[in-house]
């Protein structure tokens, strides 16, 4: 693999990182934010959840402005927004000023989740573009298992405000991979047919589009199997379990090594086996996995490292699931590229959103509860694929 694919691959997972280690960093503050501004546990959340929905929305935007103006202005833009969001996060002396930041700061954070993968399709097709992709998921992958730990060590010694001035900084590291180290994909004669108008009749056709309609709710519950589990981890792991912020910030990062690891191998099994049956097979290996551990667990075997190594056998499947689902949405849209990336990003964390209202309404501070909300997304995840793309490949195969 050459040094400019692999160059790229490291700038693009960095810039979307940017937003998520924002969420990942914060997860062992959660419990001292509460204490520090007399919160308790759910309107904490919420601060948690202010941020994955402005995240989510403000995905529509930034996927038209980047086929517009060239994926690197709004880049610019976005970071520029989180940045000045992350101070105020820093300053605030109150839950509800943090929830208003943690707000704004989603909004900056989703140009970073949007953009990398329309770069990717910009430069790269099929199995080069599903190898890109997984690359920049490894990078992106880093976030989780870092974040909860650098977070840790920054709480234990400048307290839980420290997390934002450290997000600032990564933010202006961010900028500065952006202004010297990527090159614009977007080149001006293509963006002269870009418009809002057509963004809107874009979202339109990609909503009856029912191939990337059907992958992206694919590659959306299996993300939110897993914000399922961060929203929830902290409360489960640290006040149920009684692991300290350190500890809780390893076995967090346990799952993302898993998580990680085996999406490597996305481009070598798509080009062997391709890509629908790559994603098939990990999608109901990943359902048979999580099915297991909640009955395990609801059998009475619900300690923690029962639960750690279902987890860890179960995200593996979700490294596979995720980038194969994603590079094969945007396949058919390559002149609309930032748009389809916009709706998938948004359609991804409204659906998480969702997931993550309905577990918070059933958490009673154990594991099941949270276990259980991640088996139903992973079912979901298989049900949908089953009814959709399974039938397909069914059909394909008889004639």
């Known amino acids: ?44 959340q919420l601060s948690l959840l202010a941020f994955f929905i402005s995240f989510a929305l403000a995905q529509l ?13 709004p880049l610019y833009i ?11 996060c820093a300053l605030a002396q109150n839950i509800e000023t943090l929830i208003a930041f943690r707000f704004i700061q989603g909004i900056g954070g989703a140009a970073g989740m ?20 997984s690359l920049l998921m490894l990078v992106f992958s880093i976030s989780p298992i870092l974040a909860p730990l650098t977070g840790s060590a920054v709480i234990a010694f400048y307290g839980w405000r420290g997390v934002f001035w450290a997000v600032t900084i990564a933010a202006f590291i961010g900028i500065l991979l952006l202004a010297t180290q990527l090159d614009e994909t977007r080149p001006a004669h293509q963006r002269k047919e870009s418009s809002i108008a057509g963004a809107m009749r874009a979202y339109g056709m990609l909503l009856r589009d029912r191939n990337f309609m059907t992958l992206t709710f694919i590659g959306g519950l299996g993300i939110s199997s897993f914000l399922v589990y961060l929203a929830n981890s902290p409360f489960v792991l640290i006040e149920h379990y009684g692991l300290t912020p350190t500890q809780y ?10 998580f990680f690891a085996v999406s490597q191998a996305t481009g070598w099994l798509g080009q062997k086996f ?37 987890l860890f056998a179960g995200y593996g499947f979700l490294g596979l699931v995720i980038p194969t689902s994603a590079v094969l949405a945007l396949e058919d849209h390559g002149e609309i590229a930032g748009t389809a990336s916009s709706l ?56």
């Open 1 to 44: 693999m050459n040094a400019p694919f692999f160059r790229t691959a490291l700038i693009l997972g960095l810039l979307s990182a940017i937003g998520p280690f924002a969420i990942d960093m914060y997860l062992p503050a959660l419990p001292s934010i509460g204490a520090d501004l007399h919160s308790d546990n759910s309107v904490t």
């Open 61 to 73: 935007l930034y996927g038209p402005l980047s086929d517009m103006w060239g994926r690197k202005l």
């Open 78 to 88: 976005g970071i520029s927004i989180f940045v000045v969001a992350s101070v105020g």
């Open 114 to 133: 949007v953009i990398p993968r329309a770069v990717v399709r910009d430069m790269h097709t099929g199995v080069q573009a599903a190898r890109l992709m």
């Open 249 to 258: 910030s390893f076995a967090f990062s346990i799952n993302a090594v898993s």
């Open 274 to 310: 391709g890509l629908v049956r790559v994603m098939r097979i990990a999608v109901t290996s990943y359902a048979l996995v999580m099915i297991a551990m909640v009955a395990v667990m609801a059998a009475g075997l619900a300690q923690l490292p029962v639960m750690a190594v279902f």
């Open 344 to 399: 998938m990003g948004t359609l991804h964390f409204v659906i998480s959103a969702v997931a993550m209202v309905f577990s918070s309404l059933v958490a009673d501070g154990t594991a099941l509860p949270m276990a259980g909300g991640i088996a139903i997304c992973a079912f979901l995840a298989f049900a949908v694929t089953q009814a959709t793309i399974g039938r397909r490949a069914a059909v394909a195969a008889a004639e």
